[in-house]
């Protein structure tokens, strides 16, 4: 199949240019063998994606950013989190998030558990003081103490934070769209992309988008667990980089502090990237005609024509997939008293 | 059944005080004339009340404070708004609030749909600048004008604020906890309570409390639309006053400006009241026992035992319901761009 839609790409493109396989999204996403997704599992890491007590003083759950009844993220240039901070970087769709090559719009961690440990202790995001801190209070609560139990039933003390990151990457890992339109055109139902977006798939593989904009994601498949890092911009001076601050946040290099990786950043993905705007990672770009005239200029050096960026966007806009309906978990109690008192 | 419960009660107390008519939590909440329900009202208010779009920042939405999936409330003592302003009052919870016989800890809205418009405009609530600037922001997404347009049918332009209210307080309405061990009690199984619950249930009765917590609710079913009021603390003076500061806020005297609301509350339910600390309209009470203390005090000039608190306590417990299991509400995307951009 891919195959045969690779070579009908290459043949119809007549292009010198053209390296895209295009592939449609996977029902499943891959999992590490070391956390095997269980139904138990996944209904604690429900759980735990909704629960507000993870933060210090009970606003903020991992879906007040990443609001998986909306599409993922949070419609904002920046994530909010306890007593109203902002943070520096707009909160990355949490559907389809375990095909991206690494999490973070910096790569900091090369998994979805590694990266569900982070925001918890993070100041200005959920503002526990510590992991040993989140432990306490998840243990005053009976229902979790429970639920971890049967999620973990071989550990002796199950209710600890790396099973908690597994758990919540179990929920996290069943967080997918599929059926876009795109899907559907790849999957043989040729009459699923309008020839406005069949022309924009053809230009995005033509002008070079795809180099960086690979696989099931857009986002780099084959890097899966390595990272796909690319400059942003790549084609420095353009007036994108002042109008949209591109440059002063250092992306990667923040965490190695390797002068190479300065301005690079993880390819994010194109699912649903129709409706997850504000765009970039500092959420600067408020609509997607835009982003692609940004992207287009700073990374390809290339002035796309107004068809160009319409065809670009309507063929964005057929990578919106199928959410599919959840039950809401319920959180447990804790009688007579609260875990999230204030002075 | 209601005569035969209630006999039984004033026959089995032997006690002269003894007025509670114990009641069973309906399956169905009553509904006004003026907005019946109907399955797209239900579904659009379940949107509306997850929708965080309509706050000003997009970060707070109704479930915020008022979680659904959890018991209701959000387990703190006081609310917290946008840029994460404190509120001065805990989020009553809103699990059978459609029993309550006012809304709000002041009474100021008569009615669910009454109390819909209120945070939205309150500044440190969701902080939305007027009622028509939540409707121009409906508007710019389609998924709701269609959704508005199926749920009032009739209406030549039904997205207004008092639709918006109305498939709120539709939804709100099936937000019922049914089944509690007091429930089953009353329906007829004699062992749904353990003998302490009982004692607890006839001692809250001959000191009475009841007097005020009445009704299926406990909050005063027969004043339902009207208010049930009662000052707290009832009797002033006690060491509870200043230890809890339970006399600054004058309750609704602040709505009303009449001398004799100073300190007058609207009677909050006795539901799920085990599973909602913090307690009071300060958040200030952080467990149950010590509230039934202070109110035991402060409302009967009663010193309660240690063995009578427990009893109460426990009687209490019997009171929490069954959590129906919802499906998430898929709340509607915008193409290109976002609703809640910032400067």
Known sequence: MHLRN???ILITL??????????????????????PSTPAKLELGKMLFFEPR???DGTVSCNSCHNVMFHGGDGRPV???????????????????AFQTVQFWDGRAKTLEDQAKGPLINGVEMGMTSHDFVIERLNKIPGYISAFKTAFPKDKNPVN???????????ERTLITPNAPFDKYMKGNKKALTPQQIKGMKLVDEIGCT?????????????????????FPQVPGSKFDKMYDLTSDLGR???????????????????NIAITAPYFHNGKVKTLDEAVRVMAKTQLDADLTDTQVEDIVAFLNSLTGEFPVQKM??????????VTPEP
């Open 329 to 338: 978990p319920r959180l447990p109690n804790t009688a007579n008293m609260t």
């Open 253 to 271: 290099f923040e965490v190695t502090k390797n002068p190479e990786d300065k301005n690079q950043w993880r390819v994010p993905t194109w699912r």
């Open 79 to 97: 994530g909010v989190g306890i007593h109203g901070q902002r943070g520096g970087r707009g909160s990355p769709t949490v559907w389809n998030s």
């Open 211 to 231: 180099s960086c904009h690979t696989g099931v994601n857009f986002s780099g498949e084959e890097k899966m667990g390595e990272g796909n890092y690319k400059p």
């Open 54 to 56: 993870l933060s210090m």
């Open 6 to 8: 690779s070579l009908l």
């Open 14 to 35: 007549v292009s010198v240019s053209a390296r895209a396989e295009f592939k449609a999204l996977p029902d499943k996403a891959p999992e590490p063998a070391e956390n």
């Open 161 to 171: 934070i790396d099973n908690m990151a597994r758990a919540i990457a179990v929920y």
